[in-house]
T-cell receptor, first 111, second 112 residues
Framework: GNSVTQMEGPVTLSEEAFLTINCTYT??????LFWYVQYPGEGLQLLLK?????DKGSNKGFEATYRKETTSFHLEKGSVQVSDSAVYFC??????????FGSGTKLNVKP | DAGVTQSPTHLIKTRGQQVTLRCSPK?????VSWYQQALGQGPQFIFQ???????QRGNFPDRFSGHQFPNYSSELNVNALLLGDSALYLC???????????FGPGTRLTVT
């Protein structure tokens, strides 16, 4: 079946630190991969996506590369800001249908 | 352009009651999906509607039902509410030809 596993949080960093949030997946076929962000009290916002192996998604300084050989889609940012504090969800979608989400990783960035 | 809108924002119900949640998709979108997000968890897929029919369903009991209207808006109905149904219910809209789903802010349901 399809599933997503991401590192447990919370992750606490100081401003300008490097961020990595790990995400691995299990899927039949070739899924598309996503990172969504959820700020307190809000719905999910698409952060970035990658639709095929070796694609790199990027947005707002965040990056993730679709690694088929390791079934991974790790989220990285070189220098985090306090405003990046949120919950980050890794997700996959297969065959244009339903999303499978990870359990989320809470990021706290301290000034 | 208004994005995905959901109503109400918050709702408190008693165990055993029934509830209806509403969703208006992003302009131009024809497909609506519903998700349940328990506290501290990722969203879980409930079902998806396209052309007023349920296109796919997740692992949820028949107490969860839905409807899509000709204007593409959608309702989620939950009967015989249980305490465990307390969650944030998210609606997402998309084009049937696209994997890219846009999420609404959600409806927070509390069952007491």
């Amino acid at each position: 079946g399809n599933s997503v596993t991401q590192m447990e949080g919370p992750v606490t960093l100081s401003e300008e630190a490097f961020l990595t949030i790990n995400c691995t997946y299990t899927a039949t076929g070739y899924p598309s991969l996503f990172w969504y962000v959820q700020y307190p009290g809000e719905g999910l916002q698409l952060l970035l996506k990658a639709t095929k192996a070796d694609d790199k998604g990027s947005n707002k300084g965040f990056e993730a590369t679709y690694r088929k050989e390791t079934t991974s889609f790790h989220l990285e940012k070189g220098s985090v800001q306090v405003s990046d504090s949120a919950v980050y969800f890794c997700a996959l979608i297969y065959n244009f249908n339903k999303f499978y989400f990870g359990s989320g990783t809470k990021l706290n960035v301290k000034p | 352009d208004a994005g995905v809108t959901q109503s109400p924002t918050h709702l408190i119900k008693t165990r055993g009651q029934q509830v209806t949640l509403r969703c208006s998709p992003k302009s131009g979108h024809d497909t609506v999906s519903w998700y349940q997000q328990a506290l501290g968890q990722g969203p879980q897929f409930i079902f998806q509607y396209y052309e007023e029919e349920e296109r796919q369903r997740g692992n949820f009991p028949d107490r969860f039902s839905g409807h899509q209207f000709p204007n593409y808006s959608s309702e989620l109905n939950v009967n015989a509410l249980l305490l465990g149904d307390s969650a944030l219910y998210l609606c997402a809209s998309s084009l049937v030809t696209s994997y890219e789903q846009y999420f609404g802010p959600g409806t927070r349901l509390t069952v007491t």
